[in-house]
């Protein structure tokens, strides 16, 4: 359950205009005045909360859940308890995250809970330009011809450097750094997030190395997350792109003049060396790691921990160091893993035998 310190709760909401915001379907059984205050878990949830179920190991919860509701598919009303009322849906787990959002919208600040600059103790360059509703808290710095656009907050301990451009809707958690970079509508940035910094280029030789001056721009696109920790670094002399409605877990690194596709999904403690291209809508488990200069197919999955050292096509799904099909890669630790048995066995009845 949601704690009401820190989250507000935008309910009550009948069950008929929770099904209409889902275009779910409800169950001739179910009552569409019913009044529903909360979303909860199937063992968390009372007579006035809606859940859901999404998979088959959630089925032994749901026959014992008090839920007053449930989202799910309508092959699975039958193991509903007697008096739970039911929105069917070919996707649970994404209607449940869209009534989530409605009972808590998406914010971390209450607009009259905070103040703007400079009574907040923000610093704001004379030059930079605010749209309306900018919010500056505490200890945050605008630099010199930034723009800040309208509903935009900046919160506290926070850098805009120099001519950064900042959309509308944007939220930059505490200490997050943006310089050299433009960046577009809606983009989340969580504390601790660095964007535009130096690519890390040297030209090396046997006595010492060069530094390499990192003349581009991040440039990163609407709708953006960028998670707590992580780095996006700025191009050498193009420019490193985060496509639209692309989320970032934390503490992932984004080497310079790599560019992201749309849509896509990098979890955390990836690293993506530089001038790696990604297409659209890419998936990239824990700790997955790229090789520099090499491009990454649209609609392609790779596991936690997977290797990529060379081009890979769009579509498939991957896995392994280096990364391969999964269904190969899983062959190749099951061999192994067998073979590692065979050899423990044989170790065991040479000890047997001696």
């Known amino acids: 359950m949601a704690d009401k310190r820190f989250f507000l709760n935008t309910g009550p ?3 008929e205009e929770i099904a209409r915001k889902i275009n779910g379907t409800l169950d001739e059984t179910s ?3 019913l009044k529903i205050n909360d979303v909860a878990s199937l063992e968390a949830a009372t007579p006035y909360d809606i859940s859901f179920l999404s998979n088959s190991r959630s089925r032994k919860l749901l026959r014992i859940s008090r839920a007053g509701a ?3 598919k309508e092959q699975d009303k039958s193991i509903t308890p007697s008096g739970m009322h039911c929105i069917f849906s070919d996707d649970p787990a994404r209607s449940f995250a869209v009534i989530s959002d409605l009972f808590y919208p ?3 600040y209450h607009p009259n809970q905070r103040h703007l600059s400079p009574e907040s103790g923000g610093y704001v360059d004379p030059s930079a330009i605010l749209e309306e509703g900018v919010i500056i808290e505490s200890g945050a710095v605008i630099g010199a011809n930034a723009i800040i656009g309208k509903d935009t907050l900046i919160m506290g301990n926070s850098y805009v450097g120099e001519s950064v451009t900042l959309g509308r809707g944007c939220i930059l958690y505490p200490n997050v750094t943006v310089t050299h970079a433009f960046i ?3 983009v989340v940035m969580k504390s601790g997030a660095c964007v535009g910094q130096p690519g890390f280029g040297f030209a090396m030789s046997l006595d010492h190395h060069t ?4 003349l581009g721009r991040v440039i990163i696109q609407n709708d953006v997350l960028i998670g707590a920790n992580t780095t996006v670094d700025r191009g050498t002399l193009s420019d490193t792109i985060i496509g639209e409605g692309t989320k970032i877990d934390n503490l992932v690194h984004i080497g310079h003049n790599c560019v992201l596709g749309r849509h896509c999904v990098i979890a955390g403690c990836t690293g993506l060396a530089g001038s790696t291209i990604c297409g659209d809508f890419v998936v990239m488990g824990g700790q997955t790691a790229s090789a520099g200069h090499l491009k990454v197919g649209s609609y392609s999955f790779y ?3 997977s290797g990529i050292m060379r081009d890979m096509p769009s579509g498939g799904r991957y896995g392994g160091l280096p990364a391969k099909p999964v269904k190969e890669w899983l062959r190749e630790i099951g061999t192994l893993s067998s073979l590692a048995k065979r050899s423990r066995q044989s170790d065991e009845n040479k000890g047997g035998n001696s």
């Open 13 to 15: 909401y009948v069950l």
């Open 31 to 33: 009552n569409p005045a």
């Open 70 to 72: 449930c989202i799910l």
């Open 106 to 108: 998406e914010t971390d």
């Open 184 to 186: 577009g509508d809606r």
């Open 211 to 214: 530094k390499i001056p990192q």
């Open 303 to 305: 596991a936690g921990r």
